[in-house]
């Protein structure tokens, strides 16, 4: 009977979950809405723990701040985990491995570089200073809760130090290193945790791992907040309303370039951009226009290429790598545009120099007959198969070949064809 009701409360008793996730690339505002979520979903399902797996360059302030408020207020234990081998948790990665109730690192992965860097404006030495020493106490005060090196993790921020997840764990940033997420969970079962005043006992051995993926939605908004992204969809919707402006009535050219414009509008408004960049740009779309309609003889559309790629560099103000367009896609972009007007250009000026064909000064050149004599210089011809009238400085008999030298009007102006002209 005992052993009975004893396998009745194995079968009834549900196996603890463990709820893990993945963070690859900048931290920005889905990233932190997405994280914010899964913590909120970890804690409404009674997950006992959650693994954050983490590899990501830096991000921004805003969207830092928010995880880490979320992570130190959270009802659940967070572990973040910088893996895999190669990984990194740098710049705001650092502030968020910190703030977690463990900290774990997988061989070969490294951890540092959390000075501030500007975002989409020039700091003086004064404002540099106060906003270092911010990010430091800010970094003070996680390293203190979390009971973690606190004179490293200074270091980190005021002099970009960096180390690998060996020294990390020999100067205690991290609590252990582990090759992989099953060890990881080997390692911390039985660990104590302190959580809101209380200590919790964590059974990972054989707990249930649940992993939490983002989205449809947050994957294709986190590839908008990619710079090289954002900058390719905004020259791609400045594009289209150009050739909608250039032939009204394409209609598709005016709905990609509108979709294209409004999806970059959202990723400008995630990066720290440069509006003085974001205006030599249209400025230089402006003035490739304008080199289509007003002769120029080519100087507008120098200006436009010079002044399209000063606005690309200039268009993210920042010195973090990871919040710049790449100068490989600017160069390439910038050339494949100037070749395109110069293209243009070239199509517009052969245009004028060529002669018309249609019309009555379309036919200078052609060859005729007469069919009604020219006398006193007046007279018919006949020119591809229509009739003209027909003016000529001498007279000319019926049946006769004549040559078209211009038109005046709807007035043929010919002469007698030369013999050796056939």
């Keep these: 009977m005992n052993a009975l009701l004893f ?67 959270a009802r659940i234990p967070i572990c973040v985990y910088v893996t895999p081998p190669g990984a990194r948790a740098a710049s705001a990665g650092v502030f968020i491995t910190a703030a977690a109730h463990v900290a774990a690192m997988a061989p070969g992965t490294n951890i540092g570089a959390a000075h501030p860097v500007s975002m989409g404006q020039k700091m003086d030495s ?7 020493n911010d990010a430091v106490a800010y970094m003070k005060s996680i390293a203190r809760k979390r ?4 004179k490293w993790l200074e270091r980190s921020v005021r002099e970009s130090e960096s180390i690998t997840s060996e020294e990390a764990l020999k100067l205690g940033v991290i609590d252990l290193i582990a090759l992989d997420l099953n060890e990881l969970l080997k390692k911390l079962d039985g660990r104590k945790i302190a959580l809101d005043g209380d200590t919790v006992v964590l059974r990972t051995s054989e707990a249930e791992v649940v992993e939490v993926k983002m989205g449809l939605r947050e994957r294709l908004l986190s590839i908008l907040t990619n ?12 594009y289209g309303l150009f050739f909608e402006l250039s032939h009204p009535g394409a209609i598709l050219p005016g709905v990609v370039g509108a979709i294209s414009i409004i999806l970059a509008f959202y990723s400008l408004q995630t990066l720290p951009v440069n509006y003085a960049g974001l205006l030599l740009i249209v400025l230089a779309m402006v003035l490739f226009f304008a080199e289509l309609h007003i002769q120029s003889h080519g100087l507008l559309g120098l200006g436009g290429a010079v002044s399209f790629f000063l606005g690309s560099l200039m268009l993210f103000g920042s010195n973090a790598p990871f919040l710049r367009i790449s100068m490989g896609l600017i ?9 395109f007007f110069l293209f243009i250009l070239a199509k517009a000026i052969l ?39 027909a003016r000529s400085d001498e007279d000319i008999e019926k049946g006769e070949e004549i040559e078209v030298t211009g038109a005046d009007g709807l007035t043929m102006i010919v002469r007698k064809k030369s013999k050796s002209g056939d």
């Design 351 to 389: 245009a004028l120099k060529r002669k018309p064909a249609t019309g009555a000064e379309g036919l200078i050149g052609s060859k005729g007959f007469v069919t009604q004599p020219i006398k006193g210089g007046r007279g018919t011809v006949m020119v591809h198969g229509e009739l003209w009238q």
């Design 7 to 73: 396998a009745l409360f194995l079968v009834q008793t549900p196996s603890p979950r463990i709820f893990s996730t993945e963070v690859q690339g900048v931290i920005g505002p889905v990233v932190a809405e997405f994280l914010t979520k899964t913590i909120d979903r970890a804690e409404e399902e009674g997950a006992q723990m959650l693994v954050i797996n983490l590899d990501t360059p830096g991000g921004l302030d805003e969207s830092m701040r928010i995880i880490v408020k979320k992570m130190l207020n």
């Design 147 to 150: 009971g973690r090196n606190e």
């Design 126 to 132: 004064t404002m540099i200073e106060k906003v270092t």
């Design 331 to 339: 160069l390439t972009v910038t050339g494949l545009t100037a070749l």
């Design 227 to 238: 710079p090289n992204i954002a900058y390719i969809l905004l020259i791609l919707g400045f």
